[in-house]
């Protein structure tokens, strides 16, 4: 049991430049989580999903896109990299129920230049 | 919009210490409340987390407390490790269909041997 996995761990793209970041569960969770992580800002929602094929925008969405094909994976796309788009990505998951206690993946560290 | 302080921002003790670290958010309309704990370059690990109809959670040395009213939580230490050293997070999740979590920005704790 995995839990949550993201890749890569780390990556260095030039402004203008194009990649996507994904994410795997393996907890069968229903909802999944993208934040980005910035010093002094703290975590920030960018989007989520609530199933297999919804996504919503979450509180800081422009410049990204996101992917639920499989309830499993979520990914994450940016389409033309900004360095204000440097930041750490993680991803999290969760049970549709009760608690919708969030599950964290290790993180991908994203250097734009 | 909900907005979550943690203080301190840094905390120092000798090992051994009890210590309290606070959380306080804004809006009481909360479904409910997680703690996480942040080890460096890592991702974020899930301690606790209390529902809004709960006023408190343990698991082994820590204790969590939440007073939705006044909009403050508090994460109890018991006898501090070294290895208990990282950054703590605290994050609230709105009620209704709010899937949002906010977070605070984090004490980094120091448990001196």
């Known amino acids: 049991n995995a839990g949550v996995t993201q890749t890569p761990k780390f990556r260095v793209l030039k402004t203008g430049q194009s990649m996507t970041l994904l994410c795997a569960q393996d907890?069968?969770?229903?909802?999944m989580y993208w934040y980005r992580q910035d010093p002094g800002m703290g975590l920030r929602l960018i989007h989520y999903s609530v199933g297999e094929g919804t996504t919503a925008k979450g509180e800081v969405p422009d410049g990204y896109n996101v992917s639920r094909l499989k309830k499993q994976n979520f990914l994450l796309g940016l389409e033309s990299a900004a360095p204000s788009q440097t930041s750490v990505y993680f991803c999290a998951s969760s049970h549709s129920g009760v608690s919708y206690e969030q599950y964290f993946g290790p993180g991908t560290r994203l250097t734009v230049t | 919009k909900q907005e979550v302080t943690q203080i301190p921002a840094a905390l120092s003790v000798p090992e051994g210490e009890n210590l309290v670290l606070n959380c306080s958010f804004t809006d009481s309309a909360i479904y409910n409340l997680q703690w996480f704990r942040q080890d460096p370059g890592k991702g974020l690990t899930s301690l606790l987390l209390?529902?809004?109809?709960?006023r408190e959670q343990t698991s082994g040395r820590l204790n969590a407390s939440l007073d939705k009213s006044s909009g403050r939580s508090t994460l109890y230490i018991a006898a501090s490790q070294p290895g208990d050293s990282a950054t703590y997070l605290c994050?609230?999740?709105?009620?209704?269909?709010?899937?949002?979590?906010?977070f605070g920005k984090g004490t980094l704790l120091t448990v001196n041997p």
């Open positions: 994050a609230v999740r709105g009620g209704g269909s709010n899937y949002k979590l906010t």
């Open positions: 907890m069968n969770h229903e909802y």
């Open positions: 209390i529902q809004s109809s709960q």
